[in-house]
């Protein structure tokens, strides 16, 4: 019988002998050799990396980028700052400031209410689509590449200016 | 106690209640609609449905409203019956079926009984596929939003306004599939408490017309427990903010004070936190460079050594202010920052309470009298929730009467409103002029203050001959002072009311008079006597001098440094008298939250926080002491003024505050050395209150965006503010479960997201909160036996040639100074005018809109007039604190010019 305390709890752990080294591995040089001849291998074989950003990958149709605001067909902004989608952000990113559409915006605004203000923290974003799934107005979907990188982080701060999407015309 | 089975387990309920009463209080989740605890049932929305058993044996059972059905002993229900959650979930859809589901767009989404009752029921899928009903929507003035289409026809709109509230201009119209509830036309919602359609809506057709303007979601504010300060009532509020800015004021039950519903002062008043007058920066006339604390302190500290100070109190600043302010300037030096009149008038209001015979009532002693009599009092005006609980009153006896007589309970409310009709308990009203209450009353009569004492002192005296005997009253005085006595000695719980409205200490005291002979005669009497505001109380009881004295000292030379807290002198004495004043003060220094015309004159302007700024208490007209919390941290200086008072006296040198620092340390202070303010420290729990090692969260658990809210200003999260003075914490992080009743920051319980979460804080629906309704008085009658009555003795009012007695009229929208800085209440403020009697502007041949020249003490005024029917002659109103009417120590009388007739 083991004594107890040397059980593991996990029952995984393996007591490894250490046996002292032989003539061969304590001169080294097979295994230098051995290790070159794998990378000389890989010099002949296909490459596993692509030269971002010059070339890219194929995203999968459910890769999550950076979100944009959307416009109805009649390029009308979509969003009513309902808030749901900041209410169901993990990651506590998302904020707005909701207004009141005035007499003579209907044409820029699809509902009673818009979002005046609204800004996503990006460096905080963990990009799990939440807030696509929470918006039910169809007004935000992260169907938009990855987010560059940036050396200030102001920069992250991503306003309509940057997540609505363009009218088209 | 009887013994009801829920699902076929015993429970212990109240009789009398009814059953959907019953469930809610057991704790269970039944959805209704159409029932409120304050209003009562009338069966309208059918969806409290519940099945209902004759005996054990009965396995069919019938579907019953629980809301019309009273509890009885061993009597069988059941939630959870098959039957009933299909029929309850099929009066869901159907009310549904026209419903918008514009819950992205609503202001009410995440704060709705609609949406809460609907997941509660299980409705998630939309059947019906036809056209819904559409309505035209209306406007509805500056305080409220109009959506019809979101509407469920559960009718507590109009129980509340029209039946509860009183108000003429909302209806139900139509019929069938096209019942609209709103105003004949477009226009402004009269009724002075029709903000709360916005919490007794269960949908989104009334929503709050002024956070519409700066929209957000109930769970995206940081929300803190706050009191009102638009008058001495003292509603318990909750006041709610995001991105620095007050968003939302909604009312928080006080079941003492002021049950669910609070004025639309109280609830539209709020917008000068955020207004542009805000003094939020650090002023010093000469030195612009001065703008951070310190060297503030060390400027106004020099200042303050130099020479000999005197300090100016406030009735509208929290105890502590006031304490700290006449701790700095010593005792001696304490002045009262009001009106001389005003503080005759309170402080006798004091000596009252305090020696007298009488207590003050609470709200529900309010609604319960059997007899009420009102001296002087505008009380829509001056008290405005007082006379929400008026209304309930006068229909409370012969509702009672009726409910014995029939067999119908009390909560019947068609049933009981049908058999009452105009029947109403006797309220006498007797008031300078026309004023609202006179819509309850049995009989009004209109007569000058002097005149309005002597019948009060006539009243007492036929009520008890040792109160002295009032001559000359005519003939028609003295037949109604004979009956309003004869039915005040029917009542059993009759509550006598006056206050400062009339401006008269004789009709104050002719109030007392009638209560303690009242009480002599063993009456289970009340005596509530109004003062104007928040803390005008809580000021009297601190004590100190009258404002004339601080002026004379500084005339005289006795001082030279003036502090003044959170006041507006011109608001307070004669435009003259406060130039003098301020002038020939060396140095003025103002702590104060708004510019007005004193900080003008200032040298010395220190941004002090506003009610959502800081923490303090607040003694209440009733006597009671109440605590209200800090909602945010503003940016810059701004901060609570007994804290800059405090480290005012530190830089002095002063040391008297020196081991004060957070406001635990205040309130016990204060309640230590002064013996009238005991008790102070027990109305909410310490600072280091904890529920399982935590604070109280003023966010709620789903607040939004706090790692993007402040991302433009410091894209690090900044860490939160902490709040030592208060066991509420400033993030969501900490309890939220059920705090103590005087700190709940918001009403929320799962799966009840809207003000109707109520129901889980109370021990039963609609009664006091869990650990006792929050406050606590400090004013009870003393314990002689026999009143010491007044023997004052009036002279008949005289009406005197070219002069007029004028009284101050006071506006609920209006007169306050800070509410008015909304724009919705500014909206609806009076017309600078002079009222007087028709008969008297005839005479000297002025019509309406005629300018009225006149000289009140030594002092040239040009007011306009309107004229009334129904004043009595000799004596005018003029509404005060108005923009544009000067300051007039009223009442007195004024002089006229003689009119130039062409
Ligand atoms: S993707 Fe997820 S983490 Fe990012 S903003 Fe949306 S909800 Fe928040
Ligand atoms: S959930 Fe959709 S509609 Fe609502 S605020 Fe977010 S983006 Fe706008
Ligand atoms: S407006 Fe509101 S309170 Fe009135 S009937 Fe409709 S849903 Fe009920
Ligand atoms: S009655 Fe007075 S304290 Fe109550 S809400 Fe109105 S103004 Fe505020
Ligand atoms: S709540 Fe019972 S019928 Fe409406």
Redesign the pocket.
């Known amino acids: 019988m083991e004594k107890l305390e040397n059980i593991s709890l996990t029952g995984r752990k393996k007591v490894l002998e250490k046996k002292p080294m032989n003539f061969l591995e304590r001169i080294y040089l097979p295994s230098i050799v051995q290790g070159l001849a794998i990378t000389f291998k890989h010099l002949f074989k296909k490459k596993a990396t692509i030269q971002y950003p010059e070339q890219r990958r194929e995203f999968s149709v459910n890769f999550?980028g950076i979100?944009s605001l959307k416009r109805d067909e009649e390029g009308r902004e979509r969003c009513t700052a309902c808030g749901l989608?900041a209410l169901?952000?993990?990651?506590?990113?998302?904020t707005m400031i909701a207004d009141e559409r005035k007499p003579g915006e209907e044409h820029l605004y699809r509902e009673e209410k818009y979002a005046a203000v609204y800004e996503?923290n990006m460096l905080?974003?963990?990009?799990?689509?939440?807030?696509?799934e929470?918006c039910p107005k169809q007004a935000?979907y992260?169907d938009g590449d990855i987010a560059p990188a940036d050396v200030d982080r102001k920069n992250f701060i991503y306003g309509k200016d940057k997540l609505l999407e363009p009218l088209l015309k | 106690m009887a013994t009801l089975f829920i699902d076929n387990a015993p429970y212990q309920v109240k009789e009398g209640k009814n059953l959907l009463e019953a469930c809610l209080s057991l704790g269970f989740d039944l959805p209704y609609f159409c029932w409120h605890p304050a209003m009562g049932s009338v069966g309208a929305c059918r969806q409290c449905a519940v099945k209902s058993f004759r005996d054990e044996e009965d396995t069919r059972g019938k579907l019953v409203m629980s809301c019309m059905e009273p509890v009885r002993d061993q009597a069988r229900i059941s939630i959870q019956d098959a039957e009933a959650v299909g029929f309850r979930a099929g009066i869901i859809e159907w009310l549904m079926t026209n419903h918008p589901h514009d819950c992205a767009v609503c202001d009410e989404g995440g704060s709705c009984h609609l949406q809460d009752m609907t997941v509660m029921t299980g409705h998630n899928y939309r059947r019906f596929r036809f056209n819904k009903r559409t309505y035209r929507n209306q406007d509805l003035g500056p305080f409220l939003n109009h959506e019809m289409n979101r509407c469920i026809h559960c009718y507590r709109c109009i129980r509340f306004y029209k039946d509860y509230a009183g108000g003429k201009d909302l209806d139900a119209m139509g019929a069938h599939n096209h019942v609209y509830f709103g105003r004949s036309e477009d226009g402004v919602l009269e009724n002075e408490f029709s903000g709360n359609l916005a919490e007794v809506c269960p949908t989104g057709v009334f929503t709050d017309k002024s956070l519409k303007q700066h929209y957000t979601r109930k769970w995206d504010m940081t929300h803190a427990p706050s009191l009102c300060q638009g008058c001495a009532m003292g509603c318990n509020i909750i006041a709610s903010e995001r991105y620095g800015e007050l968003r939302q004021i909604s009312s928080r039950f006080n079941g003492e004070v002021n049950g669910y519903f609070i004025c639309d002062r109280g609830r539209f008043g709020y917008e000068f936190v955020n207004s542009e007058d805000r003094i939020r920066e650090i002023g010093v006339k000469g030195k612009p460079e001065i703008k951070d604390r310190d060297s503030l302190l060390r400027t106004a500290a020099a200042r303050i050594r130099e020479g000999s100070v005197l300090g100016i109190g406030s009735p509208r600043a929290s105890l502590e202010s006031n304490f700290a302010l006449r701790k700095l300037v010593g005792e001696d030096n304490f002045y009262h920052g009001v009106a001389d009149t005003e503080f005759d008038l309170v402080n006798l209001t004091l000596r009252i309470l305090k020696e007298g015979t009488v207590r003050t009532p609470t709200l529900p002693e309010i609604e319960s009298a059997d007899a009420i009599l009102i001296l002087g009092e505008d009380l829509i005006n001056t008290a405005p929730r007082m006379v929400l609980a008026l209304r309930q009153a006068v229909r409370r006896g012969p509702g009672e009467a009726l409910s014995a007589r029939m067999n119908v309970p009390l909560w019947q409310d068609a049933a009981i409103r049908q058999a009452i009709q105009q029947d109403k308990a006797p309220l006498f009203s007797i008031t300078p002029y026309p004023v609202r209450q006179d819509e309850l009353a049995t009989k009004s009569l209109y007569e000058s203050p002097d005149d309005i004492s002597r019948i009060g002192f006539a009243i007492a005296h036929a009520i008890d001959p040792d109160v002295t005997e009032i001559k000359r009253l005519s003939d028609e005085e003295r037949m109604w002072t004979a009956h309003m006595a004869a039915v005040l000695l029917r009542a059993e719980r009759p509550l006598i009311i006056s206050g400062y409205g009339a401006g008269s200490e004789a009709v104050i005291k002719s109030a007392a008079d009638v209560a303690w002979a009242l009480k002599k005669s063993g009456k289970d009497v009340r005596l509530s006597l109004t003062v104007p505001e928040c803390n005008s109380m809580g000021l009297a009881m601190m004590g100190g001098h009258r404002l004339e004295s601080a002026l004379d000292a500084v005339a005289h030379g006795h001082a030279d440094t003036v502090i003044i807290l959170e006041n507006d002198l011109y608001r307070r004495a004669e435009k003259t008298l406060v130039d003098e004043f301020l002038q020939k003060s060396r140095h003025v220094i103002l702590l104060d939250q708004v510019y007005h015309q004193t900080a003008e004159e200032a040298d010395v302007i220190i941004p002090a926080g506003t009610f959502a700024e800081a923490d303090g208490t607040l003694i209440s007209g009733e006597g009671r002491a109440q605590r209200f919390y800090q909602v945010f941290v503003p940016d810059g200086p701004v901060q609570e003024s007994w804290r800059w008072l405090q480290q005012l006296a530190e830089a002095c040198g002063n040391r008297t505050l020196s081991h004060l620092r957070i406001l635990d340390d205040f309130v016990l202070e204060i309640a230590k050395t002064c013996p009238q303010f005991e008790g102070i420290e027990h109305i909410a729990p310490p600072s280091d209150f904890r529920i399982g090692a935590q604070k109280i969260a003023r966010q709620p658990h789903r607040y939004s965006g706090r790692t993007a809210k402040e991302a433009h200003i410091q894209v690090s999260e900044r860490k939160p503010p902490s709040d030592e003075d208060s066991p509420l914490s400033f993030t969501m992080e900490g309890y939220h479960g059920i705090p103590p009743s005087a700190v709940v920051p918001f009403f929320w319980a799962p799966g009840w997201n809207s003000i109707q979460s109520i129901n889980k804080y109370q021990i039963e629906v609609g009664g006091p909160l869990h650990d006792g309704d929050p406050g606590r008085r400090l004013i009870e009658p003393g314990d002689a036996h026999t009143p010491v009555f007044f023997a004052e003795q009036a002279a008949p009012f005289p009406i005197r040639p070219d002069c007029l007695y004028l009284i101050p009229q006071y506006a609920i929208f209006g007169t306050e100074e800070f509410s008015v800085h909304s724009p919705g209440i500014a909206s609806r403020s009076p017309a600078a005018a002079i009222t007087v009697a028709r008969a008297d502007a005839d005479s000297w041949g002025l019509r309406d809109g005629d300018l009225l020249e006149f000289q009140f003490n030594g002092q040239e005024y040009k007011l306009a007039i309107q004229t009334n029917q129904q004043y009595p002659r000799g004596m005018g109103t003029l509404p005060i604190g108005l923009k544009g009417v000067p300051f007039m120590d009223l009442p007195g009388w004024i002089r006229l010019k003689p009119v130039e007739r062409s």
Do not use: D
């Not at chain 1, 169901?88 to 998302?94: F, K, N, T, W």
């Open positions: 999550r979100h989608c169901s952000c993990p990651a506590e990113a998302i996503i905080r974003c963990i990009f799990c689509g939440f807030c696509e929470a935000i992260l």
